[in-house]
T-cell receptor, first 116, second 111 residues
Framework: DVKVTQSSRYLVKRTGEKVFLECVQD?????MFWYRQDPGLGLRLIYF???????EKGDIPEGYSVSREKKERFSLILESASTNQTSMYLC???????????????FGPGTRLTVL | QKEVEQDPGPLSVPEGAIVSLNCTYS??????FMWYRQYSRKGPELLMY????GNKEDGRFTAQVDKSSKYISLFIRDSQPSDSATYLC???????????FGTGTRLQVFP
């Protein structure tokens, strides 16, 4: 079974802190994604990566950066956390790029981040 | 206007009922349509996948796509309390790697 793990289930940080969210997948997937999920807004794509050291902006990249130094690991970085970044953060991975049936996105359990 | 619209619910039904969940969309280029199920405090998991138009059935679940109306549906027959979750529709075009998600509909099936 594909497993996507995220470093923390719950995280509380203060405004201005640098925050690292880590995601690891164990199925040798090419693609990894970071989303945030907010009530009434659904899942919104922050960044995705289709290869090591490659990244693409999603729909809401402002205030975030990412790092993919190894194929299995994709990190989301909040350089200076703000209260409007309080959210549920979900990582996902997929085998291929196009949304075909055998390229489904597998999600981690999420990290609920609170910025005070 | 959002690209994908989904009624957030909550939808509360008795066990055994037929449930209908729906999404509408505005982008006629969408070709891949998915339904994800998300239990509380978990990540979403793929439930149903449909390419282009038509129906797809898997056990108690049926996914329908009507591209002429830009409307997709998920039907759950003989609903069970274990079906209580948030259901998210998602869709994508041929030439992108990105999924566009609906906001999700929270479903509660009571015994």
């Amino acid at each position: 079974d594909v497993k996507v793990t995220q470093s923390s289930r719950y995280l509380v940080k203060r405004t201005g802190e640098k925050v690292f969210l880590e995601c690891v997948q164990d199925m040798d997937h090419e693609n990894m994604f970071w989303y945030r999920q907010d009530p009434g807004l659904g899942l919104r794509l922050i960044y995705f990566s289709y290869d090591v050291k490659m990244k693409e902006k999603g729909d809401i990249p402002e205030g975030y950066s990412v790092s993919r130094e190894k194929k299995e690991r994709f990190s989301l970085i909040l350089e200076s956390a703000s209260t409007n970044q309080t959210s549920m953060y979900l990582c996902a991975s997929s085998l291929g790029l196009v949304a075909e049936e055998n390229n489904e996105q597998f999600f981690g359990p999420g990290t609920r981040l609170t910025v005070l | 206007q959002k690209e994908v619209e989904q009624d957030p619910g909550p939808l509360s039904v008795p066990e055994g009922a037929i449930v209908s969940l729906n999404c509408t969309y505005s982008n006629s280029a969408f070709q891949y349509f998915m339904w994800y199920r998300q239990y509380s405090r978990k990540g979403p998991e793929l439930l149903m996948y449909t390419y282009s138009s038509g129906n797809k059935e898997d056990g108690r679940f049926t996914a329908q796509v009507d591209k002429s109306s830009k409307y997709i549906s998920l039907f759950i027959r003989d609903s069970q309390p274990s079906d209580s979750a948030t259901y998210l529709c998602a869709m994508s075009t041929e030439d992108t790697d990105k999924l566009i998600f609906g906001t999700g509909t929270r479903l509660q099936v009571f015994p």
